[in-house]
């Protein structure tokens, strides 16, 4: 017995002298391979997430090209006011962009206010607008404006405040233009479509800082017969321009 229990001992000695501590020494290698590979996992995402809001600003054009942007733009471009937020009172139903009535042309600068008539006695605005619209199939003519106003003071914004509208000939190009709808032939105003013009108006000249020669009947620029009634009775349009408060004159402040 003495003899198979030597000859175990012998057979399993060595293993066990030599066997234990290699394995132990190897899974404290690993043990410890394993938490330096954790700690460098762990302190790399602890830096990517800190050096992340730093990566994503320098590539955030809103936070670095501001300074070269800021000093470039005022240079050029001094005098030019941008459009306005359209107000709540204000129905946006742009017109789709084709050559006919939007021809998606850059208004880059307004320096008037141009106002007509639609000449279609007892139209709405929607219905204006909707014959500007349809221009875009019908190719019967150019035509278009900024602004439509309805004879309930229903005003539609047709064309962006920023965009070239067809009304005025050559002023299109920079000015905005109101066309007011009428009841009949003598191209008279309704009160709500009058007093919703003179809003329109007010709101304009206080952002775009025009003066009284700035707001114009369409007869005005190029001499046509509109509006109407305010052709045809001057005194009433004179007393239409003194309903407003112009922006102070720019000679008085130089
Ligand atoms: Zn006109």
Redesign the pocket.
């Known amino acids: 017995m003495p003899s198979t229990l030597r000859s175990r001992r012998s057979l399993r000695r060595p293993p066990r002298r030599g066997g234990p501590s290699a394995i132990h020494i190897i899974i404290l290698l690993l043990k410890i391979n394993i938490a330096v590979l954790t700690l460098v996992l762990i302190s790399q995402l602890v830096l990517s997430f800190f050096a992340e809001p730093e990566a994503t600003a320098d590539h955030d054009p809103s936070t670095h090209t501001p300074s070269p942007t800021v000093t470039a733009t005022p240079a050029p471009t001094p005098d030019v006011i941008g459009p306005p937020a359209t107000p709540e009172w204000v129905q946006e139903n742009l017109l789709d962009i084709n050559e006919y009535s939007r021809p998606g042309i850059a208004l880059e600068q307004v320096n008037g206010v141009?106002v007509?008539?639609t000449?279609n006695p007892g139209t709405t605005a929607e219905q204006n607008r909707s014959y500007f619209n349809n221009l875009a199939q019908t190719h019967e003519t150019y035509a278009s404006s900024n602004f439509v106003i309805g004879m309930d003071g229903t005003i539609i914004l047709c064309v962006p405040m920023d965009e070239v509208a067809y009304?005025?000939g050559e002023r299109n190009y920079d000015t905005l233009s109101i066309?007011v709808c009428h009841p009949d032939d003598t191209g008279e105003f309704t009160q709500e479509a009058y007093d919703a013009l003179v809003r329109l108006v007010q709101f304009l000249i206080d952002h775009y800082q025009l003066q009284r020669e700035d707001i114009l009947r369409?007869y005005d620029v190029m001499g046509?017969e509109?509006?109407r009634w305010f052709v045809e009775h001057p005194e009433d349009w004179q007393a239409f321009l003194d309903e407003f408060t112009y922006a102070p004159d720019p000679e008085d402040a130089a």
């Open positions: 141009v007509h008539y000449g009304c005025t066309e369409h046509k509109c509006p």
